[in-house]
Each structure stands twice: as structure tokens, then as C-alpha cells.
Nanobody, 112 residues
Framework: QVQLVESGGGLVQAGGSLRLSCTAS????????MTWYRQAPGQQRELVAQ????GGTDSVEGRFTISRNNVGNTLYLQMIDLQPEDTAVYRC?????????WGPGTQVTVAS
């Protein structure tokens, strides 16, 4: 089993920036997507960004950028111009032929 751990969350003022990290315990092979999700209290889980094996990326929020450091088995989410509506628990997930792996999440709180 692969373990994922997020870091980089915290409290930030509106308009600020954060970079979240997701580190895997080992390299994941045959993966289809590396992703970031978020869930706010009382809200459904929402996909915010994904990375494909060909290097292509998608993000629901144009202010968010997903990237990866292959050597360090680390996935990043760069967030800029954060707003209170971005407040949520952010989780990384990797979808692979061997299974789907989730991190426990990191809290992002944006103050007005």
C-alpha cells in the first residue's frame, strides 16, 4: 500500500498564496491521474486540479496550478489570490492501475 501525506496548509489572509505538497511513500507506477480535491464543511468534495501522465493539467480554479517533482515523489498545488471561499480541507489522490490512494488532508483557511 502507498501512503500519501499532505503539508503546507494553514491560515492566510485573502489575496495571499500557499503551496501545498503531497509526498508518496514510494513511487507509483501505472498511474492515470494525480489530483487535488477539496471539501468544505457542508459541501460536496470537489476536484480542483489534476495532472495526466502526458504532462497535461486541468484546474477548476484558474488561480491554482498543479505540478510534480518526480524524483521526490511529491505533488504540488500552487494557490494564488486565495479567497475565503477557498477555505476547505485539501486532499491529494492518485489514481493508478494498482488502486486509488488518498492522503489524510491539510486544512486551508482564508480570512477576509
Amino acid at each position: 500500500q502507498v501512503q500519501l501525506v499532505e503539508s503546507g496548509g494553514g491560515l492566510v489572509q485573502a489575496g495571499g498564496s500557499l503551496r501545498l505538497s503531497c509526498t508518496a511513500s514510494r513511487k507509483i507506477f501505472e498511474w492515470y491521474a494525480m489530483t487535488w480535491y477539496r471539501q468544505a464543511p457542508g459541501q460536496q468534495r470537489e476536484l480542483v486540479a489534476q495532472l495526466r501522465p502526458n504532462g497535461g493539467t486541468d484546474s477548476v480554479e484558474g488561480r491554482f496550478t498543479i505540478s510534480r517533482n518526480n524524483v521526490g515523489n511529491t505533488l504540488y498545488l500552487q494557490m494564488i489570490d486565495l479567497q475565503p471561499e477557498d477555505t476547505a480541507v485539501y486532499r491529494c489522490a492518485v489514481f493508478a492501475s494498482g488502486g486509488t490512494y488518498w492522503g489524510p488532508g491539510t486544512q486551508v483557511t482564508v480570512a477576509s
